[in-house]
């Protein structure tokens, strides 16, 4: 298997144990996104990370994005060689609104009706899960990993997790992830006035987006 990719057919051919799922726009994939799953998959002890871009995230249907091609090949670049990451494909070729509920059913026909599924996701999203299509699927299936900052939301974080776990029985795991405060948003609007953000961006991910012409008006 080539290192930080995986097409879905070498994903279905070698199970893990236990596999971090960080779905995500990725527009474009920045520093917070590696470091994330880089404390995932050492503090909860993964045997690997799948990326998976997002054709269109229903949460944000009304935002124009980059390529699918082009997030897709700026992830290449950024896992590349790093141990423990791959991509999945998996909902660049469904196209169509990306569903977590249904990337999550895949990835476990893909991986083995045993296989121990963890989603990554920050506070924010995690809080929003409740509203997301097929929930209560999703938290009684699978489990969680969740990336906070220090006294971020914690008492809503703490009423929520406790409330889903009561209901639901849902594993759901805390990370004392690495703090950094990046937002894909952030670097697009700096880009865009040619700020460089090598600061905020893998450096092999800036030099796609300049050869490319990538957020520039």
């Not at 917070?32 to 249907?61: N, T, W, Y």
């Not at 609104?97 to 895949?106: D, E, G, Q, V």
């Amino acid at each position: 298997m080539e290192k930080g990719r995986a097409t879905d057919k070498v994903v279905a051919e070698t199970v893990s144990e236990k596999t971090g799922i960080l779905g995500g726009t990725f527009d474009p994939v920045h520093l917070g996104h590696i470091s994330l799953a880089q404390d995932a998959l050492e503090q909860i002890g993964l045997d690997r990370v799948i990326f998976i871009p997002a054709a269109q995230q229903p949460f944000k249907l009304d935002r124009k994005t980059a390529s699918g091609e082009h997030r897709l090949e700026m992830l290449k670049l950024a896992v590349k060689d790093r141990r423990g990451f791959e991509i999945s494909e998996y909902e660049l070729q469904e196209k169509g609104i990306s569903y977590t509920y249904l990337t999550m059913r895949a990835m476990r026909r893909l991986l083995g009706k045993d296989a121990r599924l963890y989603f990554i996701t920050g506070t924010d999203s995690f809080l929003k899960i409740e509203k997301w299509k097929n929930s209560s699927e999703l938290l009684r299936e699978f489990s969680y990993i969740i990336g906070t900052r220090p006294g971020y939301r914690q008492e809503e974080l703490d009423e929520c997790v406790s409330r889903i776990r009561d209901i639901y029985n849902t594993e759901i795991l805390f990370l004392n992830n690495t703090q950094l405060d990046i937002s894909s948003t952030e670097i697009r609007e700096r880009l865009e006035r040619g700020i460089p953000s090598g600061d905020l961006i893998p450096a092999e991910v800036e030099r796609y987006i300049t050869e490319h012409g990538l957020y520039r008006n």
